[in-house]
């Protein structure tokens, strides 16, 4: 008798819920464009569901819920946008569905080589009794400024972003106006190459960035320590003398979904990437060149131990059928 063979279970086919589609807002940096892609790709071939994932900007894209356009923002900064994430909600068009990651930081960096040392690079740490961002006062020569060596040189915001004010106002809230220079890196590209280069060579850098960046999968800066966030000083005439609030990256979607797509509203309050494992994502998409959507199949198969706790097992089976 010949061995038995067991031919492999195929997943039931997703019910057909294409009449209905689910608009995901894109709004042009990579995490917020990858998270997007993935959610509406397991929203379609693991439910059902048709999918759509258009760009907008950031602000618009929320207000896009409350008009019906847009259903679903998976990266909505609540405290940074503030009153029109308040305002959204309150009309009953829209609501936080869950944490699309965790957690979301900006801050003041330097390498960690500088505070702790390298012992396998060779690198001997030259700020060794650093505690917070006020002792940067006493440490600015390690960061001459080659076009004025008589201040350090920071590295501040990308031009045109509320950061930008932000820092240049901090710096001078912690009395650091007096021994640094705030230096327009000019793009994202130019800050994060800054950075890395820095971190290469095993120099000195002082300078902002935030998580998650493929920077930071590349590199181990140290979050300089500040005062705690306090929104009372969070303001331009407290000139922002605090940290910057660490949050989580809110999904808000519309109350529609609630009646018109439950299953996938049930699955976006579940949807969360650590943000070291988003990084890592920053990461290869920086390193390969590939889009968003062509990293989807890489994803899902790298970090299978955590979506699969997003979806019932009968929507995973066709989510892992697909790829």
């Known amino acids: 008798t010949p061995p038995s063979t067991t031919e492999p279970t195929q997943p039931s086919p997703a019910?057909?819920?294409?009449?209905?589609?689910?608009?995901?807002?894109d709004v042009s940096w990579t995490a917020s464009t990858f998270m997007s892609n993935i959610a509406a790709f397991i929203a379609d071939v693991g439910y059902g569901y048709g999918t759509e994932v258009v760009t907008a900007a950031n602000v618009v894209a929320l207000k896009s819920i409350e008009t019906g356009d847009i259903d679903v923002h998976m990266d909505v900064e609540a405290r940074s946008i503030g009153e029109v994430y308040e305002q959204v909600v309150a009309s009953g068009?829209?609501?936080?569905?869950?944490?699309s990651y965790t957690p979301v930081w900006q801050g003041w960096l330097v390498p960690r080589y500088m505070i702790e040392g390298d012992a396998e690079r060779g690198i001997e740490p030259s700020m060794p009794d650093f505690e917070d961002v006020f002792d940067m006062a006493k440490y600015w020569e390690l960061f001459k400024d080659p076009e004025d060596h008589s201040k350090g040189r920071f590295f501040g915001c990308v031009p045109g972003w509320q950061c930008e004010t932000i820092n240049t106002l901090k710096i001078e809230a912690y009395g650091?106006?007096?021994?640094?220079?705030?230096v327009s890196p000019g793009s994202d590209?130019?800050?994060?190459?800054?950075?890395?280069?820095?971190?290469?060579?095993?120099?000195p850098w002082f300078g902002y960035y935030w998580s998650p960046s493929w920077v930071l999968g590349i590199t181990d800066m140290y979050r300089i320590p500040e005062p705690d966030y306090n929104p009372d000083l969070w303001n331009e005439d407290s000139q922002f003398g605090c940290a910057f609030a660490v949050e989580d990256g809110a999904i808000v979607g519309a109350t529609s979904l609630r009646e018109r797509a439950p299953e996938v509203r049930d699955f976006l309050t579940k949807f969360n990437i650590p943000v070291d494992a988003l990084n890592d994502v920053m990461l290869y998409l920086h390193e390969s060149g590939k889009d968003a959507d062509?990293?989807?199949?890489?994803?899902?198969?790298r970090y299978e131990d955590i979506?699969?706790?997003w979806v019932p097992a009968d929507v995973a089976a066709r989510v892992k059928a697909a790829i």
Request: net charge negative.
């Open 15 to 25: 019910p057909n819920h294409k009449s209905e589609t689910i608009v995901f807002a």
């Open 93 to 99: 068009k829209a609501e936080a569905l869950g944490v």
């Open 176 to 182: 650091l106006d007096k021994y640094f220079n705030v």
């Open 189 to 203: 590209a130019a800050l994060a190459a800054s950075m890395v280069a820095a971190c290469e060579k095993g120099e």
């Open 294 to 301: 062509e990293v989807i199949p890489w994803f899902l198969t």
């Open 307 to 309: 979506w699969v706790n």
